[in-house]
Structures are given as structure tokens and as C-alpha cells.
């Protein structure tokens, strides 16, 4: 089992409603922040956020898993809120991302462990899902699209191209992160107010992002996930998918085409879709127990 560094003792406590503890890991070389829950024999299930979130965003998805018997652990990834925060931007490339996700396996001393992305989380996923199948018992991807079809579309297809452009601005050095500190955060509140149903994220829930952005260091670790990418492309060494894996979309995405979706499943060997209808980017915020039931099922 891992290591505990610390106690993790911090304002930032666990909400009551969320099972387990916070603690810090080792693996791969890096120091990460997790919150770990349910029974230490379950099978393990990593819950990985994508941007701008932290482990927060798997919330409400914790308890449903822990009531089934997995082992929850859920990560600040690399350069989020309170875990390492490499500081070259070639730190934050898809091969080292993935490695992180095999490295949690290793320190859960697991063979292998079902992986659930959202987001960036879910590109990360994808990846590891191509490059160490043998390390996945079965893949959930929310809103995330297999890398294959994010590179395709792009480049074929302007309306997405659009979608997608904030992730140029993001390329800027220094601008970004001054412009989205500014009144308190106020760019990608609005940004995340404006992307998903209303009433999604309460003042509260804002005040735990703003908390995480707000750490030294940690915004542009944030943006060096999108610069690395940027900089440099690297393609899969194949495109078929072999792990048991299941797409989980919010139809009314903003970022991404719902079509990226049905494309993705081209590339599964063992592929399926849930679709959940009145729900956004943010669907696991948005439709939890939708969300909860379909990963449980796939992992069953």
C-alpha cells in the first residue's frame, strides 16, 4: 500500500458527504494529493479530473463506488491543487500523465485498476488505455474523445477548430494566468458558469476551485497540460482501443462536437456509449447518479 506523507491537514477538509481520507502518495517519481475510500482489497478504481478541477469534481461519484465494494482513490493530477508541480512545460506530456496512472497502480501495489477520465482526465485515459492495456480492467470516458478523432477533427473541421480555440490563448506565456487571476477568478468562474446547466456549481463549490487555482504555481501547471500539447504532438502507436471501455456524454457539450463521441467508439475493440441527455460538458456535476450508475455498470 502507499505511503502516507502527511495527514493532508488543511482548511480544505473533505465535505461531510464524501467517504474516505485525504493523503498524499508517491509514484512515479512525483508526490501526489489523493482521496482515498473504501475497502483496501476492493478493486481499484482511479477517478481522474480534467481542467480546470481537482479531485473535487469526482465528489459525488465517491460514495456510489465505495458502497459497491472498489477501492476509490482520486487525484490532484500532476499540477493540480495540492499535488507536485513540475515546473518545465515539457514535464507535462501525455507519455509523463500516463505514467502517473500507472505509477498510482504500482503504488496501490495492483496489477491493474479500472481508470475513469473526465476531460483531460479522460485523454490521459485514452492513452493509457493504448499504450498499457494491460494495466486497465475496463475504461470510462467522459466527454473526453479518443485522441485519434481529437487530431482528425481538428484538422478537418472548423466549427470544432473554434470550439477548441481557447486552448491557443493558453499558449501565451504569462497572459493567461494574469488575465484569469483578475477579480478573483472571475474568467474561468464564467467560463464554467457558462458552460453547464444552471445552478451546476454553487458559491461554495467556487470557493474550493478558487482555493485551488489560487496555490502557488498552480495555474500554469494547469496551462503546461495544454502547452506540452501544443508544442509537441505525439500520435498513438495505435489507434484500437482493446480495454473494455465506455463513453459517458453530455450531449450539450460546448467544447466538443457530440459526434467526437460516436467517432471514438470506431477506435473500441469493446466499445459503448451512454448518452445522458440535459446535461453539458459537466456531466458528472450535472447528472450524478446517471453518471455513478453507468461507470458501476461498466465496472461490473
Avoid at 162 to 188: C, D, G, M
Avoid at 203 to 230: Q, V
Wanted: aromatic content about 10%; overall charge negative; some cysteine.
Amino acid at each position: 500500500m502507499p505511503s502516507s506523507l502527511s495527514a493532508a491537514a488543511d482548511p480544505e477538509s473533505l465535505p461531510s458527504d464524501v467517504p474516505g481520507e485525504s493523503t498524499f502518495v508517491e509514484a512515479n517519481g512525483r508526490t501526489f494529493h489523493v482521496v482515498e475510500a473504501g475497502p483496501e482489497g476492493g478493486e481499484l478504481v482511479l477517478l481522474l479530473h480534467g481542467f480546470p478541477e481537482f479531485w473535487y469534481g469526482w465528489r459525488d461519484q465517491i460514495r456510489p463506488l465505495v458502497n459497491e465494494g472498489y477501492r476509490v482513490v482520486v487525484p490532484d493530477q500532476r499540477g493540480y491543487n495540492r499535488s507536485e508541480r513540475p515546473g518545465r512545460v515539457r514535464d507535462y506530456r501525455i507519455e509523463a500523465l500516463s505514467a502517473d496512472v500507472t505509477g498510482l497502480i504500482d503504488a496501490y501495489d495492483r496489477e491493474t485498476a479500472a481508470v475513469v477520465g473526465h476531460d483531460w482526465g479522460g485523454i490521459v485515459g485514452w492513452w493509457t488505455a493504448l499504450h498499457s492495456p494491460d494495466r486497465l480492467s475496463s475504461f470510462v470516458a467522459v466527454n473526453a474523445p479518443h485522441p485519434t478523432v481529437i487530431r482528425r477533427t481538428l484538422s478537418g473541421d472548423p466549427a470544432q477548430l473554434l470550439r477548441s480555440s481557447y486552448a491557443l490563448f493558453f499558449q501565451l506565456p504569462k497572459v493567461p494566468e494574469a488575465l484569469t487571476r483578475a477579480a478573483n477568478w472571475r474568467l474561468p468562474v464564467r467560463m464554467m458558469r457558462a458552460s453547464s446547466m444552471p445552478g451546476t456549481f454553487s458559491t461554495a463549490d467556487f470557493d474550493r476551485y478558487r482555493a485551488a487555482w489560487g496555490r502557488e504555481g498552480a495555474f500554469t501547471a494547469m496551462l503546461n497540460w495544454y502547452r506540452a500539447a501544443a508544442r509537441r504532438r505525439p500520435t498513438p502507436e495505435t489507434d484500437e482501443v482493446a480495454v473494455p471501455t465506455r463513453l459517458i456524454w453530455g450531449v450539450h457539450d460546448q467544447f466538443l462536437k457530440h459526434r467526437m463521441a460516436y467517432d471514438s467508439l470506431d477506435y473500441c475493440a469493446d466499445g459503448r456509449i451512454t448518452t445522458v441527455h440535459e446535461a453539458t460538458h459537466w456531466v458528472q456535476h450535472e447528472q450524478p447518479v446517471k453518471v455513478a450508475d453507468a461507470i458501476r455498470e461498466e465496472l461490473s
